[in-house]
């Protein structure tokens, strides 16, 4: 049973526009939650996270949004640019609970094109 | 500062066959994590080790096993091996104990595990 989901295999959005990548959990435990970005031949990359205290959190061109009451997360990239073309995984943590490390969702391809 | 390395790179093993993978954690990082990704999935946790001793495992069977050394580098060792193992294994290291949103983990490239 898949407790983070991401239903988006993938999306395609053009440069200068927003991506939306979204992300469901299932465990209320999970009280921190990621966003890795991972390119081919190389490992993930953390590329901005959320606190179950906050609702919203940005860096730069990227807002990752959090909605507990529906166990939803998203994260936007506003503008879009064709080196964001990457696979994005979300992943979530409950902070030294019984999971034991993180859980990932199986990822969004994101293609941005010029 | 070096990043996370693994090694090697790609490699071909048999059914029932034994294999053992490679990670260089990043200097000073005491904690290394081991993580399965199919093809099409989300990395899924294999186990990490803090301080050369194992400190929780998913669910994976006693024919995945570890180690860690005190100069920063860590194996994955699978026996037995399954067509199922095919994957790409990857290791991250962090300062502290992962799973804690304190101590980010940072990841190697991966090693691409194909079992015939």
């Known amino acids: 049973d898949q407790q983070v989901k991401q239903n988006s295999p993938s999306l395609s959005v053009q440069e200068g526009r927003i991506s939306i990548l979204n992300c469901d959990y299932t465990n209320s435990m999970f009280d921190y939650f990621l966003w890795y970005k991972k390119y081919p031949a190389e490992g993930p990359t953390f590329l901005i996270s959320?606190?179950?205290?906050?609702d919203k959190n940005e860096d730069g061109r990227f807002t990752v949004f959090l909605n507990k009451s529906a166990k939803h997360l998203s994260l936007h990239i506003v503008p879009s640019q064709p080196g964001d073309s990457a696979v994005y995984f979300c992943?979530?943590?409950?902070?030294?609970?019984?999971?034991?490390?993180?859980?990932f969702g199986k990822g969004t391809k994101l293609s941005v094109k010029p | 500062e070096t990043g996370v390395t693994q090694s090697p790179t790609h490699l071909i093993k048999t059914r029932g066959q034994q294999v053992t993978l490679r990670c260089s954690s990043q200097s000073g990082h005491n904690t290394v994590s081991w993580y399965q990704q199919a093809l099409g999935q989300g990395p899924q946790f294999i186990f990490q080790y803090y301080r050369e001793e194992e400190n929780g495992r998913g669910n994976f069977p006693p024919r995945f096993s570890g180690l860690q050394f005190p100069n920063y580098s860590s194996e994955l060792n699978v026996n037995a091996l399954e067509l199922d193992d095919s994957a790409l294994y990857l290791c991250a290291s962090s300062l502290g104990l992962a799973g804690f949103s304190y101590n980010e983990q940072f990841f190697g490239p991966g090693t691409r595990l194909t079992v015939l």
């Open positions: 992943a979530a943590s409950d902070n030294g609970g019984s999971q034991g490390n993180l859980i």
């Open positions: 959320i606190s179950s205290i906050k």
